[in-house]
């Protein structure tokens, strides 16, 4: 639907602007422009593994706020011929908004692609504070014509504090504090477009735009929420980096595992279970068979239900999403507030490829970058099954001490596989 939104605002935009005048060369080189970015844009998507769509959608965001930049850029000019003070105040925030946009979103690309940035953490948090005092306090000046220079210097200017401020501010960001920064550059963006709206007087740009613009802020809110942090963290890089992890308690952690043959007679007894899926179940590509194991369990009397922690996975709504496409009844989700005080009425917890939103550590341990975060407390149910590979760590790097605890057992194997053998194993028991 977006796609065939997109075509429509493309085509009628092109004809809206040449109509009644002269077909010239620019409209050539609007529908060359057209075919390479459409071209690119479908061989991007088509190698993209599933998993890599959270990246995928920060790079197309970036594209986003580097067009605000452009077209910012590009029109100093004109608008400087014009001498209206409100549309040029106009123009040089969507720039600076569409280039903090463009070089954060890059910044995240690569920290959601698992490339580590290795940097000072504190040199790079007083730069980003630094810069996010040069965009407040710049901005104004130049709005107040402090600065006797040229529109287009003025533009240049603010757009390279705006391209270092991406940067600065997304490179320290910690691991389990992406979420909030993903849906925020994603407003950003839409804010730009809306402000590149009102410079043309096009309505279509503008309502896109702050459709963009509020719905992200509005995730960004809720994302703040479900964090634990406020915005004004978020804007002035007092996130805990990845870097304090070394303060953090080590703890020797008593790990037991058990048998398929176990885990399916815990599934046969329990009343009620509950499934916590997280990242690994998108990497398996297991939603197909966890719904199916959903539906052997609920064949048997047992009640189910999903409880979905607001990031897991790697972008917002990504296990929403993978529910859906699993066909998984939305009656059935459960949102993490609403089950954590009731925990203890789950015979048996299933944690499909979770890690970083069932650690205690963000609540027991004030050294870890992921503390002040609230989690799914899987460690008061009954019962606690973990279904992951291996003992590696989550998004956030922290040791997970839920998989020591006396009521939890692992089953190292992959998601899909396990679920599998699990489900033909549970089908067998009568
Ligand atoms: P997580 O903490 O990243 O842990 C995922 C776990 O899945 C890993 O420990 C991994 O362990 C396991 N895994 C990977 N492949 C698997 C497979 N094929 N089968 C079974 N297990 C597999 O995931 P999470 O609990 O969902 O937490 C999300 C994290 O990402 C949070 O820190 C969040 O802040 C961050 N984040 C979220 C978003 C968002 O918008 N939702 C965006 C950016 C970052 P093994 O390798 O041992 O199997």
Known sequence: MAGIGMTLAIVSTVIGSFYGNDWNINLILILVAVGIGTWLGK????????????????LFNALGGGCALLLGIIESQQVQNAD???????????????????????????KLSGKKIDVNGTLIVVLSRLTLTTVIVLPTLVTLQVFQIS?????????????????????????????VVISLLNSLTGVATALAGILYVNVLMIAGGILVG????????????????????VLSGKFKSGKQLGNSTAVELDIRSITMGEF??????????????GYGLAVAQAQHICSQLD??????????????????????????????????????????????????????????????????????????????????????????????????????????????????RMVFADAKAALNEANIELKRIA
């Open 264 to 277: 399916t007679t815990q599934m046969a007894f329990a009343n009620k279970v509950g499934i916590i899926p």
């Open 295 to 408: 539906k052997t369990l609920e064949s048997k009397g047992v009640e189910v239900h999903y409880i979905i922690h607001p990031v897991a996975g790697r972008m917002p709504g990504h296990m929403n999403v993978l529910l859906a496409e699993a066909d998984v009844p939305y009656e059935k989700l459960r949102e993490m507030d609403e089950v954590n005080h009731e925990m203890n009425t789950y015979d048996l917890l299933i944690v499909i490829g979770a890690n970083d939103v069932v650690n205690p550590a963000a609540e027991k341990d004030e050294n870890s970058p992921i503390y002040g975060m609230p989690i799914i407390k899987a460690y008061n149910a009954k019962q606690v099954v973990v279904i992951k590979r291996g003992m590696s760590k989550g998004y956030a790097g922290v040791e997970n001490s839920l998989f020591g605890e006396a009521n939890c």
């Open 84 to 110: 209206d003070r409100i549309a040029q105040i106009v123009l040089l925030a969507g720039m600076i908004i569409g280039a903090a946009s463009f070089t954060g979103s890059i910044v995240a690309y690569y």
């Open 214 to 233: 509020a719905a992200g802020i509005l995730l960004t809110l809720m994302m703040c929420k479900a964090m634990n942090r406020s915005l004004w963290n």
């Open 151 to 179: 529109l287009p210097a003025e533009a240049i200017i603010l757009g390279a504090i705006g391209l270092s401020y991406g940067v600065f501010f997304v490179i320290p960001i910690g691991g389990a504090d992406m979420p």
């Open 43 to 58: 061989k991007m998507s088509d190698r993209a593994e599933m998993t890599e769509m959270p990246q995928l959608v920060s």
